[in-house]
């Protein structure tokens, strides 16, 4: 490439940060609302599947992954449509669904109202954020790399940044709420504000959207008919690779996610104790995504992301073996803050990999297809496996041989992008 190849006038540079508005604004709705379940999953349970036990729990968990299961549906629809009709179309129709979903859970009557009902209209509604989620990830990625000319991983890197926001709105709402009201309070009204906050996002971040024109790369190519096809019969390989990649930056994210109710369960802290080390990984991830984007951009993204995933898979094991021998709030802030640098450093430069894996004709089927299919089954159904690993075996550092068994798999679909694929 030519010197001046890389060259980027400044209308190009205001283009690119642009995009990092409208992209951040939806990512922020969907990983708030979603991290936001998450932390008030004990409220919830209470809300919507009153009693105790196991099973009530497992319900709840199930009720969260429910979103994960359509995520794939929503990646072949949405990601196929992107693919034809472009990312600014994509990312419009994304947030107008997140927002009737989260908009849905806010107005959502109890089951001591509507009994049976609310359980089924509230998965009615994760169905919807799902399908929504499940166009997000590749349509917003796209439309950050293929915005920016130069820099590419550090406008990718927002991806994460934003979700650092969310992590921190969220767990710092659901702590102010869980420490300052009271049970009652907290299960009848509480944690409807919580989520109503989410809706100040949605239209915002609608309008900006829709203000966007197209990315110039998707307007240079030439749009295929079936580009879902395309993918799964030309570049599968890819597919899997990228599906593997995606393991250790999901279950980082929603293993923060699940430790609030571990807590409370299993080391009888009280409901806030995890919120604090959220917040302070949420503040982590913000910060210092952007920065590992921009050390990406200079040394390839497989450079930082196989040393990321080494220490995950030694640290998994005795992050949980610390927390269950020293059970308090400062042993779990400390917890959560390594997982916050392992989930910065590993995921910040992932969106740029997989962007550059995928040709352009096919790349938001690609990328959605597997984000959604990973998040799925290493995120989404993660907190359930793990309650239910820990109900069954009552081990209580198995979460933590959980979280080092996927970065290893993560570890080898990295290496395998790097030497099979030529990706740096």
Wanted: glycine residues 8%; neutral net charge.
């Amino acid at each position: 490439m030519s010197p001046t190849a890389t060259l980027e006038s400044a209308a190009e540079r205001a283009r690119a940060r642009k995009a990092v508005v409208a992209a951040s604004l939806g990512n922020a709705l969907e990983w708030y609302d979603i991290v936001l379940f998450g932390f008030m999953a004990s409220t919830i349970t209470a809300v919507f599947y009153p009693g105790e036990g196991l099973a009530n729990t497992l319900m709840t968990w199930a009720t969260f992954a429910i979103t994960f299961v359509v995520r794939p549906l929503g990646a072949v629809l949405i990601g196929n449509y992107a693919d034809r009709h472009g990312r600014k179309a994509a990312l419009s129709l994304t947030i107008l669904l997140m927002t009737l979903g989260v908009f849905i859970i806010v107005v959502l009557p109890g089951a001591n109202t509507l009994g049976v009902s609310a359980a089924v209209i509230l998965a009615i509604a994760r169905i919807i954020q799902g399908i929504s989620a499940g166009g997000e990830f590749g349509s917003a990625t796209a439309f950050l790399t293929e915005n920016a000319k130069r820099g590419k991983a550090f406008y990718a890197s927002w991806q994460v940044a934003t979700q650092g926001v969310a992590m921190f709105m969220a767990a710092g709402i659901a702590w102010l709420l869980t420490s300052t009201l009271s049970t009652e309070a907290l299960h009848s009204w509480g944690w409807r504000i919580a989520f109503a906050l989410g809706l100040l996002i949605g239209p915002v971040g609608w309008y900006i959207r829709s203000k966007m024109t197209d990315t110039p790369e998707f307007e240079a190519a030439t749009p295929l008919e079936r580009p879902v096809a395309t993918l799964f019969g030309t570049h599968f390989g890819r597919l899997i690779t990228a599906f593997a990649i995606i393991a250790m930056a999901t279950i980082s994210v929603y293993l923060i996610t699940y430790l609030p109710q571990y807590a409370v369960q299993n080391l009888e802290l009280p409901a806030w104790a995890a919120f604090p080390g959220a917040v302070v990984a949420g503040v982590i991830t913000l910060i210092g995504s952007p920065f590992v984007g921009m050390l990406a951009d200079r040394v390839g993204p497989t450079t930082i992301m196989i040393p990321a995933a080494i220490a995950g898979i030694l640290a998994g094991w005795p992050i949980f073996w610390l927390l269950t021998n020293n059970p308090s709030i400062a042993v779990l802030t400390i917890c959560e803050v390594i997982v916050g640098i392992f989930m910065c450093f590993y995921f910040a430069p992932m969106p740029a990999l997989l962007s550059d894996f995928f040709p352009v004709e096919v790349r938001g089927s690609g990328m959605t297809i597997a984000y959604s299919f990973g998040v799925a089954i290493f995120g989404g159904f993660a907190p359930l496996i793990l309650s239910w690993l820990v109900g069954v075996t009552q081990v209580l550092t198995v979460p933590g041989f959980y979280y080092s068994v996927l970065c290893l798999f993560s570890l080898i679909a990295v290496v395998t992008a790097r030497k099979v694929y030529a990706q740096r």
